[in-house]
């Protein structure tokens, strides 16, 4: 009797045991194919994610058009086979796809929409601990590429964003969310936009050319911007309105069309970017407190303008600005008025360093300018503790203001040598208008050369001047455009400034305007002759280590009114 009990037992054991091998193989996450000719599983994503069962089914999409909304409200990884190069997702309406579950990956797709039809390219709304690796978003024209709504803890990495109305948008708390490597460039609107949201860490990112702010920050705090290049874009490189407690490192922000920085809100921390060549001011602070600029390279800002600075504050007070290297026609400016910028500090104590020109202690800034005569250029450092000391030790930020840099930071080489600036072609040239002018000058240091400029003047008054930027290691500019009525003797000179502040200017160059008119171009309606331009190229540097520069090609339109 015992052993039939025993046997019994052995029998429920066993079955037991089967079931549970069963349901552990039916919990198993499933693999779901997609193949729009119709080779696998299902033609459509859509399909496949209403049949996935569990958590954490991947779905494998074969290269294809797919041309359809993709709602996903369960935990999937959905990856395309071939990349998002041959792997597209389309839409006419709507959401192309609408992400409303944590934990779902999008991997590998091109999502695109048509003009005027989209609300998003991949829009999550509510969706925690996702990631969005490697795809390309373009064509939404109503909203952004990429839209995050009260999505947390999310990891968007390698996406490319073109082309949308805005790039990529987080709001309405999307917190703790992490961006890297993504390229959000040539959108109508911004680049990345957070609004209401913080804790986001924001690192090596491109954000070129989009017609609005590269990075617009609004409400928004405790985000970490790092390593990302914001250039080229419309309006400002960095936007931050109402925005606290913001870390801004190791950027470069340059070529924006307005300013490189603007800035309001309090305690944001500003370090180690390059800020040059904008066209207002390199940092605008506005109504800004406790902010921090150190340790950045702030160059070539406001000149095309001609009303931009290094630094601008307004109505800004308890601000600490040092350390930085300034080097701008206009380095800082206080507006409105000596009452609403109080407290403003633009040195540190003195501690040593080195300082941001390789100098033994650090204290205030290093203030340059173009043509060399930059505070910190004609003062010197006779006790050798690296601050300027005559014939004058105080920085002066603006008359009437009270604020000054009491610890200016002078040049802590021994080369007091300028750069030689020879002009190789032509020592004169006759244009007529229309005409192209090529210039080619070599500039040679010893240490780097920090800014190249080139004044065109007629026989009593400068006419223009440009400053040129360091490209890759071509100095270059765009043309200068002169409407030179009557024709005549026109001089060039070229100054170079090296990064000790040491300046030297070229001979004059001969330019004549000729009287006759010949060229392809239009008259406008006062009456002037306006020829159309030619392509720039360049000049390389040849050896960088000797020659530190060839200044490029300076390019001069001669317009003349027509007799």
């Known amino acids: 009797m015992k052993e039939n009990v025993d046997l019994h037992r052995f029998w429920i054991l066993l079955a037991s045991a089967v079931v549970l091998v069963l349901l552990s193989s039916l919990s198993l996450a499933a693999e779901i194919t997609v193949d729009d000719d119709g080779a696998e599983d299902y033609t459509t994503i859509q399909e496949a994610v209403n049949a996935a069962n569990n958590s954490g089914d991947t779905i494998l999409v074969y290269p294809g058009t797919y041309n359809q909304n993709v709602d996903v409200a369960k935990e999937l990884n959905i990856t395309s086979v071939g990349g998002a190069s041959v792997t597209n997702i389309t839409s006419d309406f709507d959401y192309v796809l609408f992400i409303n579950s944590d934990n779902v990956t999008i991997n590998g797709f091109n999502v695109s929409g048509t003009v005027g039809g989209n609300t998003a390219g991949i829009y999550l709304n ?8 490697s795809n390309i978003v373009t064509n939404i024209m109503t909203n952004a590429g990429i839209y995050l709504a009260s999505s947390e803890n999310n990891n968007l990495s390698n996406n490319i964003v073109f082309g949308n109305n805005y790039g990529i948008y987080l709001r309405d708390n999307s917190n703790n969310n992490n961006l890297t490597g ?57 936007y931050m309105s109402g925005a606290n407690n913001n870390n801004l490192t190791s950027n470069i922000v340059q070529d924006n069309d307005e300013y490189g920085i603007w800035a309001t809100g309090n305690t ?58 300034l080097n701008n026609s206009k380095n800082a400016n206080i507006d409105y008025s000596s009452v609403s910028n109080l407290g403003n500090n633009w040195n540190t104590t003195n501690k040593t360093g080195p300082n941001i020109i390789g100098g033994p202690y650090i204290g205030g800034n290093f203030w340059a300018t173009p043509d060399g005569t930059g505070f910190s250029q004609v ?9 300027c000391d005559t014939p004058n030790d105080t920085y002066t930020i603006r008359e009437g203001y009270e ?60 006419v223009d001047k440009a400053l040129l930027s360091n490209v890759n290691g071509y100095w270059i500019n765009n043309s200068i455009t002169l ?7 026109y001089n060039l000179n070229i100054n170079a400034t090296d990064e000790f502040g040491n300046s030297n200017t070229s001979m004059n160059l001969s330019v004549i305007g000729e009287s006759t008119s010949t060229g392809d171009g239009n008259e406008d309606e006062d009456g002037n002759f306006v ?8 000049v390389p540097t040849g050896n960088p280590l000797l020659l530190v520069g060839v200044l490029g090609i300076v390019v001069i339109f001669f317009m003349r009114r027509r007799e």
């Open 483 to 489: 409407d030179v009525n009557p024709h005549g003797m």
């Open 379 to 387: 003062n010197a450092d006779i006790n050798g503790d690296g601050f």
């Open 126 to 133: 509510d969706a925690n601990h996702c990631n969005l690796n």
């Open 268 to 325: 944001n921390l500003i370090t180690n970017n390059t800020i040059s060549n904008n066209g207002y001011s390199g940092v605008y602070l506005q109504d800004c407190t406790f902010h921090t600029l150190s340790d950045n390279t702030i160059t070539g800002n406001g000149e095309d303008s001609g009303s931009g600075y290094g630094i601008d504050l307004w109505d800004s007070n308890n601000n600490h600005i040092f350390n930085n290297y």
């Open 531 to 538: 020829y159309h331009p030619q392509p720039l190229f360049d």
């Open 182 to 238: 993504n390229d959000a460039s040539e959108n109508l609107g911004f680049g990345i936009y957070l609004e209401s949201s913080g804790n986001t860490e924001l690192i090596d990112n491109t954000i070129l050319d989009n017609f609005g702010n590269g990075i617009y920050l609004i409400s928004s705090e405790n985000n970490n911007l790092t390593h990302n290049n914001i250039s080229g874009n419309g309006a400002n490189g960095i």
């Open 403 to 462: 604020q000054y840099d009491y610890l200016p930071l002078a040049s802590t080489s021994d080369d007091n040598e300028p750069p030689v600036v020879i002009p190789i072609a032509p020592l004169e040239k006759e244009v007529g208008p229309g005409e192209l002018l090529e210039l080619n000058v070599s500039v040679t240091d010893d240490s780097d050369i920090s800014s190249v400029v080139v004044n065109v003047s007629s026989v009593n008054d400068t």
